[in-house]
C-alpha cells in the first residue's frame, strides 16, 4: 500500500513532493483527458479518491500525515482539473485544451494545499487518515471554483 500511498514512487522525490505529486498529476490529467475527455478523468478522479482513502487508511497512523504520501495530491488536483475539463466538455471543444485552466488549476491547488484555508486547514486538523484526503479535497474543489471565477473574468471582462 505504500506504494500506492506514494503514487507509485513520486512521493519520495525531493524537494517539495506535495507539489511533485501534484505537477505528475496534472500531466497525467492532461493525458487522460486528451485521450478519455471529461468521462475518463471523472472515472480516473473516483478511482484515486478510493484508493486513496484505503491507501491512507493503511499507512498513515494516528497524527501522521508523511511528506511522502501524496496520493491525496493526486485526486486533490484531478478535482481542480475536473471543473476545466468538465467545461470543455459540456461545450463540446473536445480537440481543444483549455491549458490556462489547467494551470491555474496547478497553482490555486497548491496554493489552497499549502495555505489550508478554512475547510481545508479543518479538515488537516483531524489528525487521521481521513483527514489526510479531505484537506486535498477541499483545496481541489476551492481550486475548481478560483478556476471557475478566473475564466468568467478572463472571459468575461478581460476579452468580452
Avoid: N
Avoid at 513532493?17 to 478523468?41: E, K, M, N, Q
Avoid at 484555508?117 to 483527514?131: I, M, S
Amino acid at each position: 500500500m505504500r506504494w500506492l500511498a506514494t503514487f507509485f514512487g513520486v512521493g519520495l522525490l525531493r524537494p517539495a513532493p506535495g507539489t511533485w505529486g501534484s505537477a505528475v498529476a496534472l500531466g497525467l490529467g492532461v493525458v487522460i483527458d486528451r485521450f478519455a475527455g471529461f468521462p475518463g478523468l471523472a472515472l480516473a478522479t473516483v478511482a484515486v479518491l478510493v484508493a486513496g482513502f484505503a491507501a491512507c487508511k493503511a499507512v498513515c497512523g494516528p497524527g501522521d500525515d508523511p511528506g511522502e504520501v501524496v496520493i491525496d495530491e493526486v485526486a486533490g488536483q484531478w478535482i481542480a482539473l475536473l471543473f476545466p475539463s468538465f467545461a470543455f466538455w459540456w461545450r463540446d471543444f473536445e480537440g481543444w485544451m483549455p491549458y490556462p485552466g489547467w494551470l491555474v488549476a496547478f497553482l490555486l491547488f497548491r496554493l489552497f494545499d499549502i495555505w489550508k484555508p478554512w475547510l481545508v486547514g479543518r479538515a488537516d486538523a483531524r489528525g487521521d487518515a481521513l483527514g489526510v484526503m479531505l484537506d486535498d479535497i477541499w483545496a481541489g474543489l476551492f481550486a475548481g471554483v478560483g478556476v471557475v471565477i478566473a475564466a468568467g473574468v478572463a472571459h468575461g471582462l478581460l476579452m468580452g
